[in-house]
T-cell receptor, first 111, second 112 residues
């Protein structure tokens, strides 16, 4: 099983729809989790952290399921500007400070 | 004010050449990284430095040599460039805990 696994997509979603994607991780000792966003030909940027209790930031909701070892990202009322690649990131926070990036899920919002 | 800056942004060079990419961060972070993103868009860590000390050295050919003169700088030198080295190289930095990584804009390396 890969350390961090995501469906590469692309997800083609009409504007205004709700879209969700998951990310699974293999190391149960993983401590912290994040979603990053990467636009075409740009650098990745932090979208949001993922907390055990779940957290929301505007139209974005992130959830963590430690028992099943996955995190999810839900985008409501999607906008054209949400088109990007969403990277799942897992931080083992161990001695090696290993931070693992998933390969990303491509999202296209269609007008 | 650019938080993580790397130069050059674009680099086209011939096989066999030696090249360097420079990176500087003004965020006061202790940890700096080099990531490689290949044509399949997979972002893979190459090196991690904390306070100028090498922490992570993933399986990277020894043609790649990072150098950290101080904790605000982490340069990447590549010897004997090969076609397969063509990729985008991202410099990044964070606090020691690795939460919130700030990336530079990337250096697009093309080896011909």
């Amino acid at each position: 099983r890969k350390e961090v696994e995501q469906d590469p997509g692309p997800f083609n979603v009409p504007e205004g729809a709700t879209v969700a994607f998951n990310c699974t991780y293999s190391n149960s000792a993983s401590q912290s989790f994040f979603w990053y966003r990467q636009d075409c030909r740009k650098e990745p940027k932090l979208l949001m952290s993922v907390y055990s209790s779940g957290n929301e930031d505007g139209r974005f909701t992130a959830q963590l399921n430690r028992a099943s070892q996955y995190i999810s990202l839900l985008i409501r009322d999607s906008k054209l500007s949400d088109s990007a690649t969403y990277l799942c990131v897992v931080n083992l926070m161990n001695r090696d400070d290993k931070i693992i990036f998933g390969k990303g899920t491509r999202l296209h919002i269609l007008p | 004010d650019t938080a993580v800056s790397q130069t050059p942004k674009y680099l086209v060079t011939q096989m066999g050449n030696d090249k360097s990419i420079k990176c500087e961060q003004n965020l006061g972070h202790d940890t700096m990284y080099w990531y490689k993103q290949d044509s399949k868009k997979f972002l893979k860590i190459m090196f991690s430095y904390n306070n100028k000390e090498l922490i992570i050295n993933e399986t990277v050919p020894n043609r790649f040599s990072p150098k950290s003169p101080d904790k605000a700088h982490l340069n990447l030198h590549i010897n004997s460039l090969e076609l397969g080295d063509s990729a985008v190289y991202f410099c990044a930095s964070s606090h020691r805990d690795g939460n919130t990584i700030y990336f530079g804009e990337g250096s697009w390396l093309t080896v011909v």
